[in-house]
């Protein structure tokens, strides 16, 4: 459908009727304002003297034309296409990583090859945020510290590089999963009830940071946000001996320091669940897993195209204007062809 933007320009119409009505004629004057060196020679051509002007009503039929142009370019014609639904999934998905020191450990395989928990995180988590069309993501780091690296977004382009981007020890060597909960809530607080939800990967205990992780997690309840805790990393890692041989190996949990008793909990009491990825294999499924999670519905989004049409009424202002100054020197050369001329040549012997 066409419509006006501005419709309230169209009042400027009769503005130049008006002041034609009520808007007493300037005197005339004898001696012109502004000295012109070429004068004579639009004066010779019937450009500078309005009683030289023919065909008055083709003139004031132009000019009212002009302005009618101008006035409705003024408005904003625009073409309003139909209207299309944007649906989208409703979830609201947070995802907190952990960086701190441990994550550097090469417990985990990758394409036949031993590569540390964050690699294997990285390689897992970038194919789940690609699937998640539709959906708002957001990414908290953290280390000693939390950070919000993405607020909650659509560009899942962008959430995926920032992760990618991540390196262990950029928010400090120890582990506050209590203070990326509390992020987290107060990002998630503000979305629609139903649906907001955070999903935890840490390899370890709480080991600083200025709220508990049972406490972040009450704090969580109350806003009815859901959590799902994954602990990653081995349970079983042979250590090489002295000078990296065999001899003297032995076999360690490098997972001994996972808290799973408080990640569970957390996950129990937020109303989630708690997965434990000993390798990739497990990781893949429990993000696949996840990915099972019951979209919220909400109200599509309505968007509906607009073209701009102002260029159109303006282009032909602007060619009518070249026209009538484009027919007043036509006329004026016919009237009296070789007039230009001599004035011109008037005035270099002067």
Not at 134 to 143: E, K, P, T, V
Request: proline share 5%; net charge neutral.
């Amino acid at each position: 459908m066409f419509e006006l933007h501005w419709p309230w320009m169209l009042a400027l119409i009769p503005i130049p009727l008006l002041i034609w009505k009520f808007v007493p004629a300037a005197p005339e004057q004898r001696q012109g304002a502004l000295w012109i060196p070429f004068y004579s020679s639009l004066q010779a051509v019937g450009l500078g003297s309005a009683s030289n002007r023919s065909n008055p009503k083709i003139r004031l039929l132009m000019m009212s034309l002009i302005w009618l142009g101008l006035v409705l370019a003024a408005a904003r014609p625009q073409w309003i296409g139909e209207p299309l639904n944007l649906p989208t999934s409703g979830r609201d998905l947070m995802l907190a990583v952990d960086l701190s020191g441990s994550m550097q450990v090469e417990d985990m395989t990758l394409k036949g090859g031993a590569v540390d928990r964050l690699t294997v995180t990285k390689d897992v988590v970038n194919d789940f945020i690609l699937r998640r069309q539709g959906d708002r993501l957001g990414l908290i780091l953290f280390g000693s510290q939390a950070y919000l690296q993405t607020p909650l977004t659509y560009d899942l382009e962008t959430v995926k590089q920032l992760l990618d981007e991540s390196v262990i020890g950029l928010a400090g060597k120890y582990t506050a999963i209590g203070d990326a909960i509390g992020l987290s809530v107060k990002h998630l607080r503000q979305r629609p009830a139903d649906s907001r939800v955070l999903i935890l990967l840490t390899d370890g205990a709480n080991t600083t940071g200025e709220i508990s992780p049972l406490q972040a997690a009450r704090l969580a309840e109350q806003e009815n946000i859901k959590i799902y805790t994954i602990g990653i990393g081995a349970d079983e890692m042979v250590q090489p001996g002295f000078f990296g041989s065999a001899f003297g190996a032995r076999k360690v949990n490098p997972s001994a320091d996972l808290d799973e008793k408080t990640l569970t909990e957390i996950a129990k009491m937020t109303g989630g669940k708690y997965f434990r990825a000993k390798n990739r294999e497990q990781l893949v499924n429990i993000y696949a897993d996840i990915e099972q999670l019951e979209p919220v519905a909400q109200e599509d989004r309505v968007f509906r195209p607009t073209r701009s049409l102002y260029f159109w009424p303006l282009g032909i202002s602007l060619l009518l204007s070249f026209m009538l100054a484009l027919g007043q020197v036509i006329t004026g050369l016919r009237s009296n062809p070789g007039a230009l001329f001599t004035s011109a040549r008037q005035e270099r012997n002067q």
